[in-house]
């Protein structure tokens, strides 16, 4: 298997500034590299939890689809934030309107820093391409 760097047309500047690509496709499987809430227009941190986990959860979205996925096919999520405590409430309310069921795996980390000290949070994520529509749920209690 070969393997493929995904990065979308409006983050070609930061492949070659920073040398990392937004995804990495090897077969069926992506890894997307951490999204943060940085307005793409502008180029500046949104402000508030709210608005920075919907900016980070539209890139995760962006840089499936161009890998040939979706939201629905997250199989583990990492998150990390400077305010784990604080900021979960809004930081999950928003998870659930992007993951709306076939809840993915999900580590949430509480962080010191990201990388501009605006940031609140960052978003990474593992999926298998196809897998939404034909992964079933399977509940066990013991």
């Known amino acids: 298997m070969k393997r493929q760097l995904i990065n979308p047309?409006?983050?070609?500047?930061?492949?070659e500034r920073?040398?990392?690509?937004?995804a990495t496709r090897v077969g069926d499987m992506i890894w997307v590299s951490g999204q943060v809430g940085v307005d793409p227009t502008t180029m500046t941190p949104a402000d508030g939890m709210d608005a920075q986990a919907r900016l980070a959860f539209d890139g995760v979205r962006t840089?499936?689809?161009?890998?040939?996925a979706g939201l629905r096919d997250i199989v583990e999520l990492t998150t990390y934030h400077t305010d784990l405590r604080g900021d979960m409430p809004?930081?999950?309310?928003?998870?659930?309107?992007?993951?709306?069921d076939r809840y993915p795996s999900w580590t949430a980390v509480g962080v010191s820093q990201l990388a501009l000290p605006e940031l609140l949070?960052?978003?990474r994520a593992v999926a298998v391409a196809g897998s939404g529509d034909r992964t079933g749920i399977v509940t066990s209690r013991t």
């Open 9 to 15: 047309p409006a983050t070609g500047a930061l492949y």
């Open 18 to 22: 920073l040398h990392f690509s937004q």
């Open 63 to 68: 840089v499936l689809e161009v890998a040939g």
């Open 90 to 100: 809004v930081f999950s309310r928003v998870k659930d309107e992007y993951l709306t």
């Open 121 to 123: 949070v960052e978003i």
